[in-house]
């Protein structure tokens, strides 16, 4: 794993530099589990132009962590997508 990277400390826990008061680790940001790359790369997306530092952390540390387990980026692209059009599903269903 890239660790250290900007938000990110050397355990592998978001660190806020706008808000150095907090403790290390108050944003769970888990990459370990597959499950939630969706979600991080989707809030990397999202704060892309507002803070691009904070942005390109996660994502750099959610491709490292597919990279680790074998997983190309091309794969992983892949593999968000069909994660995303699953959710849609069901929320589509549960809306009748």
Known sequence: MSYPRHHINTDGRFKSDKFPGLAAGLVDINTEKE??????????????EKDA?????????VY??????????????KWM????FRHISVVEKSLG
């Open 81 to 84: 997508t069909k994660d995303i």
């Open 64 to 77: 490292a962590q597919a990279k680790t387990g074998g997983i190309s980026p091309v794969e992983l692209t």
């Open 35 to 48: 499950r939630n790359w969706t979600g991080l790369l989707l809030i990397a997306d999202a704060y892309r």
């Open 53 to 61: 530092e904070l942005a390109d952390d996660p994502r750099g540390v």
